[in-house]
């Protein structure tokens, strides 16, 4: 009896076509992401990094089941990239030893000011915030949050509401000095509400809504990179500083990454939460959630949580941190 060779041979070149149409374009990824190449399109896409690295790990199963030991290789070596880029979020890292006040913050991102303003408050009444940040922050949010009691709660404030989505705002249990507003030039030209915290029992904090532009289109990626490399840098010899607001930016976006090198800890990051997403999905798109929202801190302040909550009629989720000041 002849038996034809042909069906095996046929199935055994499907493989191998699957595994390496799923193995390049993990290991594709894996590259631009560690040399950092966020350029046009790329920008959108490296947001979702947390998604591939968990598909890396089935495109090596797959490679490793059929035996396709060359595409396996590759695999394996997109999955180490991707999963040491992003495993470490979910892991808490040690802090320093701060043995100053602790202070709470909260930011919340308000959608041209159709965040839920109640909800804000209860937030800030419930966890017994000491500063609060807002973006897209709008002339009728702020009477919203005053009506509803926010002036009583946290009396001392920085703030600059406009209509539609430039607005930032900056509320303070504790008074506050030296006190402005910056706009970004490029993009959006959102604005961001910035002081000096005076924190008794603490050096003061420079605190600030950050708000960059958002890439949300090919020709506005240049003013997202142009308002990320335009937040102020940490200042690891001199006074403390928190960066707190939407970033329109992951973790395993390059200018990001830069502006943390600066002397900056990315609170989610240090708690083991970097990878709960903060904006997304929403109006019915199919798009994960993603983390954009992040409240940077000086490295010499200690992390001790963070927690994220919604805000009915933002598109975004607020982050709350409880942090410690180190002394004077």
């Given amino acids: 009896m002849i038996v034809d060779a042909a069906p095996p041979r046929r199935s055994a070149r499907l493989g191998s076509v699957l595994c390496w149409l799923t193995a390049g374009p993990t290991a594709l990824w894996a590259a631009v992401r560690l040399i950092g190449l966020d350029r046009g399109p790329l920008v959108q896409a ?14 090596l199963g797959l490679a490793l089941a059929l035996r396709r030991w060359w ?16 495993a470490p979020r979910a892991l808490a890292s ?9 202070v709470r913050l909260l930011t919340a991102n308000l959608l041209a000011g159709a965040g839920d303003a109640r909800t804000l408050v209860e937030l800030v009444r419930r966890h017994q915030v000491d500063v609060l940040t807002v973006q897209e922050f709008t002339p009728d949010a702020q009477a919203a949050l005053d009506q509803l009691g926010l002036a009583t709660l946290l009396p001392h404030r920085q703030l600059n509401a406009e209509v539609g989505t430039p607005g930032s705002g900056l509320y303070s249990r504790w008074p506050v000095t030296d006190p402005g507003v910056r706009r970004n030039l490029d993009g959006w030209g959102f604005t961001q509400a910035y002081a000096t915290v005076t924190v008794p029992g603490a050096p003061p904090v420079r605190v600030e809504s950050a708000h960059p532009s958002a890439p949300y289109a090919l020709d506005q990626v240049d003013a997202w990179r142009a308002d990320l490399t335009a937040q102020p840098p940490a200042t690891p010899d001199g006074g403390l500083r928190i960066l707190a607001g939407d970033f329109n930016a992951t973790l395993d976006h390059s200018p990001l990454r830069a502006l943390l090198r600066t002397g900056y800890v990315d609170a989610a990051d240090a ?4 990878l709960t997403g903060t904006w997304g999905p929403y109006d019915g798109d199919l798009i994960p959630p993603v983390t954009i929202d992040h409240v940077l801190v000086d490295h010499r302040i200690a992390v001790r949580s963070v927690r994220v909550f919604a805000v009915p009629g933002s598109d975004h989720r607020a982050v709350h941190t409880t942090l410690t000041l180190p002394t004077p």
């Fill in 46 to 59: 490296l947001a979702f990094t947390p998604y591939v690295a968990g598909v890396s790990v089935l495109v």
């Fill in 71 to 86: 595409p396996a290789a590759l695999a394996a070596l997109a999955a180490v990239a991707l999963l040491g880029a992003v």
């Fill in 94 to 102: 040690p802090q320093p030893t701060a043995a100053g006040p602790t």
């Fill in 271 to 274: 708690a083991g939460e970097g």
